[in-house]
């Protein structure tokens, strides 16, 4: 009997006392608080032109005492880009940045109320039901910049920042051999003879002979000075020119989506929420 | 009960509590730390635009804090207030990091977007609803915000081939109403509209007015790497003067959608997500890819499937036949969705080596042909796929190359390991590496596309001489060529393109016009002297011949139905 007892009060303190903001025994096992309404909506579709109005088609009921009272639209804004750029010229490697971000913009915030109407019943369904909709903005358009055919030094400054330019230049440079100097130069008709800052020697592996800068005296083949001083004056936009194409090897796309709710709210202040839709603007 | 045992209990009791509470979270007490008991909302509180967040808009931040203490607020742009509830307006577009601390409590750092005034063009209503190529004439209605009433200067630049009401070529207008004006050119037409307002020059704003044309055609929707969803009116030979220009849905292709494919009134867009290639995926939830379907005019798209469990589980290559779309997945099998199933999860239960799925079990797996063990090899890489003349072919380009061909009889009720009875369909193509084929059923000709070094491209032949075909040699009658001779070869180099060995993008899609039997595919050139872009296969010519030059190209499909827009 003893041991009855002090199992049963072991159980009773752990009951109560594990209740920690890790472990909360009452709101794991039941259910506090007021039941919310229930929900249901559906979109027509994921993605709509930026300024236009968004349909969709709502089914809600509640089992609680408490009425509807409105429902509400909520939805955030998150931003994606993707930011890509090539320099063509070079042939032993591939160069090129690219990066792609999505990130919340604007938090999420009620966009549009609609009164709950008793006549909406549906018998069929059992529940309240309605098609309406919500507005999006147009300064949420998104914007693309896909190889242009004519350079804006503007747009890129906008686009990729101020400093960009300058480093993707830097990092090419430092990563540039003798023959994507060679191939840029030539497309460029930047130099005429080439040749002229280059030595050879022959590959036992391929039976050709390997294009180089000459080697100095510790071993390295440095880029010469003439080579370096004409990168130096070639623009930006000339980096990333292909020929073949007659484009700009630069894109740049930024859209934004939506990540919309519909709650369902009853007079006691009660909400309850569908389940969230993505919608891509475009 | 006695003392000794009252203190036993207690003793106990005091114990198992100790021990109990010892779980709580310490909360940070720093001040400028982030505390989930500090909120708070925005919003923009004037009588208009308030979803816009317009540059000088009077946002309104609100702390919600269950922490109790002094609001402050740094609004991310030099500025500050005080207060439960402070009003901002912020003076440049751009987004800002707002800061709400609590004192004594801690902080909550949000962001909000700014956006710069943006003129709002919208066409007003057509008679009719279409706007029809050298007839229809259209106008503009713009809407500037101005709550400044500063300057407003309108500069419109129009598409080539606008004119005006006189008949006149149209390029550009400045001034707030541009008047009507018609397009001699199909196609998605894009307005531009530069503002200044005030002296200062706001971000461009386009306007796309999808121009028909004047006699019922054909249409071809190709999905463009890194943009959107386009379509092409298949004209023919255009008439003097006028181009045939693509519409831009305004929908986006997706990640990497190899295969698209139009039924009926819509575009079903298979996307394989991001990693196509592969992956050690040992969580098994790496997979993005999904099948939407956009409505034949862009204005709808609804997901019919997503996929966030593995990557090699996402839709690869589709096709399909009644009411049912074929997809098969990077290297296990074919599965089958009803075409009006919506919103639809594929869900993957127990091991990895099994692929268990309970909702879209496989229709036919490398494991359920009497192939495997027998050419098809564990995780073969597929391609594209369909029926002709009841037979599956079933394209495989590793682990067992070739086109793997079998009847519904054929396929296994249960997985082997090998020793099973060879469907009699045989293999066409053994040991190359075809990538996408289609079947013209009026020409009783295949058109398919490899891409084995040294043999790559398009070939055509009949299905008899197909079977034929028993090495790479065979393949030279079939191959096409432009009317220069040359012949497209899709970039199979690592670094150069997209893809690694075995299942390069190469040519992903081949799709036919059964009004006047083109074939059109999109190339990636690996051949400096054919250009990459949207081409075609002209039966009439017997060559290939570019539609779209330049463009980067993924799946390609044709709505047969004959209208004059979509």
Request: charged share 15%.
């Amino acid at each position: 009997m003893k041991k009855i007892q002090i199992v049963a009060v072991i159980l009773m303190s752990m009951l109560f006392f594990t209740a920690c903001d890790i472990h909360d025994t009452l709101d794991q096992d039941v259910i506090v608080g007021n039941m919310a309404p229930q929900v249901y909506w559906e979109v027509a579709s994921s993605t709509v032109t930026a300024g236009s109005n968004v349909p969709f088609t709502a089914q809600y009921y509640s089992t609680s005492e408490a009425a509807i009272d409105h429902l509400e639209v909520w939805y955030n804004v998150d931003e994606q880009e993707a930011k890509t750029v090539n320099c063509p010229w070079t042939t032993s490697l591939v160069f090129n940045f690219t990066s792609t971000t999505s990130v919340e913009k604007r938090i999420s915030q009620k966009i549009s109320e609609y009164p709950h109407i008793e006549t909406n019943w549906s018998k069929a369904l059992s529940a309240y039901t309605f098609t309406a909709t919500f507005p999006t903005s147009n300064t949420l358009a998104s914007i693309s910049w896909i190889k242009p055919t004519t350079f804006d030094s503007t747009k890129m400054v906008s686009y990729f920042g101020a400093e960009f330019m300058q480093h993707f230049k830097d990092s090419l440079y430092s990563k540039m051999q003798a023959v994507d100097f060679q191939k840029m130069y030539q497309g460029l008709n930047l130099v005429t003879n080439f040749k002229i800052y280059l030595d050879s020697t022959f590959n036992n592996n391929t039976g050709k002979y390997d294009y180089h800068f000459p080697i100095d005296a510790q071993g390295n083949m440095p880029v010469p000075a003439a080579i370096r001083a004409i990168y130096q004056t070639i623009p930006f936009a000339d980096l990333i020119f292909n020929t073949s194409n007659a484009n700009y090897e630069v894109e740049f796309t930024r859209s934004y989506s939506i990540n919309a709710n519909l709650e369902t709210i009853d007079t006691k202040g009660v909400n309850g929420s569908a389940i969230k839709t993505t919608i891509t603007l475009n | 009960m006695n003392t000794i045992q009252k203190i036993k209990y207690l003793g106990v009791a005091f114990v198992v509590s100790f021990f109990s509470f010892s779980c709580i979270d310490e909360l940070p007490l720093v001040e400028n730390l982030p505390n989930p008991d500090v909120a708070f909302t925005y919003s923009v509180i004037d009588n208009t635009y308030q979803i816009d967040y317009y540059v000088g808009a009077t946002v309104q931040f609100v702390s919600k804090s269950a922490a109790q203490g002094t609001c402050s607020w740094d609004f991310g742009d030099g500025t500050t207030a005080a207060g439960t509830t402070v009003t901002h307006k912020y003076a440049v577009a751009g987004t800002y990091a707002v800061k709400l601390t609590v004192e004594g409590s801690g902080s909550l750092t949000q962001t909000i977007l700014i956006s710069d005034i943006r003129p709002i063009m919208k066409l007003n209503p057509i008679e009719g609803g279409l706007c029809e190529v050298l007839s229809t004439y259209v106008s503009f209605n713009v809407e500037l915000p101005n709550p400044e009433a500063l300057t407003e200067e309108y500069t419109w630049t129009f598409p080539a081939g606008t004119l005006d009401e006189s008949g006149a070529a149209k390029e550009s207008f400045i001034g707030k109403d541009p008047g009507r004006v018609k397009f001699s050119n199909v196609g998605s037409q894009t307005v531009r509209l530069q503002v200044k307002l005030g002296g200062r020059l706001l971000e461009e704003s386009m306007l796309n007015v999808q121009v028909a044309y004047n006699s019922a055609v054909p249409t071809l929707y190709f999905a463009v790497k890194t943009g959107n969803i386009m379509a092409l009116k298949l004209v023919g030979t255009a008439p003097a003067g006028m181009q045939i220009n693509p519409f831009d849905l305004g929908v986006k292709s997706g990640q990497h959608p190899l295969n698209i494919l139009f039924n009926d009134t819509s575009l079903y867009v298979l996307d394989c997500g991001k990693q196509f290639t592969y992956v050690n995926d040992v969580d098994e939830n790496l997979g993005d890819g999904r099948i939407t379907v956009v409505s034949k005019s862009g204005s709808k798209v609804e997901t019919m499937l997503t996929n966030t469990t593995q990557a090699f589980g996402d839709p690869f290559y589709g096709y399909i036949e009644g009411t049912k779309l074929f997809f098969a997945d990077r290297n296990t099998g074919i599965t089958t969705i009803n075409l009006n199933e919506r919103n639809r999860s594929l869900i993957f239960t127990g091991y990895s080596t099994t692929h268990y799925r309970p909702d879209f079990p496989y229709y036919v797996q490398n494991t359920t042909l009497g192939y495997y063990g027998q050419g098809i090899s564990f995780g073969a890489i597929n391609a594209g796929f369909g029926k002709i003349n009841g037979v599956w072919y079933w394209c495989k380009t590793f682990s067992g190359n070739g086109i793997f061909r079998f009847t519904d009889a054929d396929i296994l009720p249960a997985p082997i390991t090998g020793n099973g009875v060879l469907p009699a369909s045989g293999v066409a193509l053994d040991g190359m590496s075809p990538k996408s084929f289609v079947w013209d059923t009026k020409n009783q000709v295949l058109y398919f596309s490899i891409y084995d070094t040294g043999y790559e491209g398009i070939y055509r032949c009949t299905l008899a001489q197909l079977n034929n075909i028993k090495s790479r040699t065979d393949l030279a009658p079939f191959k096409l060529t432009l009317a220069n001779g040359k012949t497209v070869t899709p970039i199979t180099e690592v670094g150069k393109g997209e893809g690694s060995a075995g299942e390069f993008i190469g040519i992903c899609q081949l799709a036919l016009d059964e009004n006047d039997g083109s074939v059109y595919f999109g190339l990636r050139s690996a051949d400096a002297t054919v250009k990459s872009g949207l081409m075609r296969y002209n039966p009439a010519s017997g060559k290939i011949e570019y539609v779209i030059q330049g463009v980067e190209v993924y799946g390609v499909a044709v709505n047969k139905a004959k209208a004059k827009l979509f």
